[in-house]
């Protein structure tokens, strides 16, 4: 590469940005390429990622907001007039709303979007046809459009929101993947004692675990739901939800009310990306019945912990597992059948650890973090064209 590349990278909050765009970024520079991070950056981003990247501190707010949607792509026009970008690459659907407008006015060749999930699948009436209308804009403003999975590509393509000349899948979908390295560096029987400790969960309990945004989407009116139906038969078992509450898509009132007083249920609050790996350690399965997903890093991740897994058979999470080989699948919006397939796992060890065994051999076949790494970069040279 005889010029360095200038690619500025957004997300709405940062949160998204470590989870899932950072490693890609590093990876990016260590190939050659000037990186700038834009997000509302929480406190330590800036320190984790200036080595690599310029950061800029863009507040912007989640959810409907009528002043971002003024001011932003205003703002964002600016900056991109001033550096020049030669690629703008954008995720989660607010800023990249707002990224794709300002990307056009100032005539950024190469506007990236990195499209993880469909928010207006869950809306209904007049919600649902605004913000499809919004999601076909972005994808319209955008020169390159990436999903993360095949489904849900045919799926963007079915619905006319994209072109199929303008959308692909990197590899077999995903994000960043799973550091395997990382999830074999550390102590796992340590973890699950301390972890265990500190939250006052049994050691010789059984765990279900959450990972991800406590809201309605991701199913978690269902999880509860049906860990209280299963609390009724074994009073050995427990559920941890790691995350933090999403107040602009709410479980409902009286689920979050058992949260609070069940003094079987755990809410950890936001974990660092550094401790969602040991907060798996301490879980016997993992419960992830989101009704929605780009592709599914959480269930990655769990594969590499060897953690069995009961997801939805939607797109994405049903094409991270194999039914009934690396995961088991349920129909989403269904806390019956949920709860069914807990039970089964809490019944069944053989059936736990052929399940973990297979998960772990798919995450070293298909999501280790080096392999996803190289087919993102390789993927977007070969849109810049770079030798």
């Not at 990195?114 to 913000?131: A, D, H, M, P, W």
């Not at 919004?134 to 994808?139: D, N, Q, R």
């Not at 009310?257 to 936001?270: A, D, M, P, R, Y």
């Not at 350690?281 to 993992?286: E, I, P, R, V, Y």
Request: contains cysteine; proline residues 4%.
């Amino acid at each position: 590469m005889e010029k360095k590349i200038k690619i500025c990278a957004l997300t709405t909050i940062s949160k998204t940005m470590d989870w899932f765009i950072v490693d890609s970024m590093r990876n990016f520079a260590k190939n050659g390429y000037e990186v700038t991070l834009v997000c509302n950056m929480e406190d330590g981003f800036v320190e984790r990622n200036q080595d690599y990247a310029k950061c800029i501190n863009l507040p912007m707010r989640r959810g409907v907001s009528l002043g971002d949607l003024i001011k932003m792509p205003w703002r964002l026009y600016k900056l991109f007039k001033r550096e020049k970008y030669d690629v703008i690459y954008y995720t989660t659907p607010n800023v990249s709303l707002y990224a794709s407008i300002a990307g056009w006015l100032a005539n950024i060749k190469c506007r990236f979007y990195n499209q993880c999930g469909l928010r207006y699948v869950s809306f209904e009436g007049k919600k649902r046809t605004i913000f499809k209308i919004i999601e076909k804009f972005t994808c319209k403003l955008s020169t390159t459009v990436r999903e993360q999975s095949p489904m849900n590509m045919q799926f963007v393509i079915d619905e006319g929101l994209c072109p199929a000349e303008k959308i692909s899948v990197v590899g077999i979908g995903g994000t960043t993947g799973v550091s395997l390295q990382q999830v074999d560096s550390f102590d796992k029987v340590e973890a699950k004692k301390f972890l265990r400790d500190r939250y006052g969960i049994p050691q010789n309990g059984f765990l279900f675990g959450y990972v991800g945004r406590v809201n309605a989407d991701k199913g978690i009116n269902e999880l509860i739901v049906a860990f209280c139906e299963l609390q009724k038969k074994y009073d050995d078992i427990y559920l941890v939800l790691v995350g933090m509450v999403d107040d602009t898509n709410p479980i409902r009132f009286e689920n979050m009310q058992i949260v609070k007083e069940n003094s079987h249920i755990f809410l950890t609050g936001n974990v660092p990306p550094s401790e969602v790996y040991p907060h798996m350690s301490m879980f016997d399965a993992l419960t992830h019945p989101t009704y929605r997903e780009g592709f599914g890093k959480v269930l990655q991740e769990a594969m590499g912990v060897k953690l069995p897994i009961i997801t939805t058979n939607v797109p994405g999470p049903s094409e991270v597992v194999e039914n009934g080989v690396s995961g088991i699948l349920v129909k989403d919006h269904d806390a019956e059948d949920l709860a069914e397939k807990m039970e089964l796992i809490y019944n069944n060890k053989e059936i736990r650890e052929a399940l973990a065994a297979a998960g772990r051999i798919r995450a070293e076949m298909y999501f280790d973090r080096p392999i996803m790494l190289k087919n993102i970069l390789e993927d977007m040279n070969k849109t810049l064209n770079v030798k």
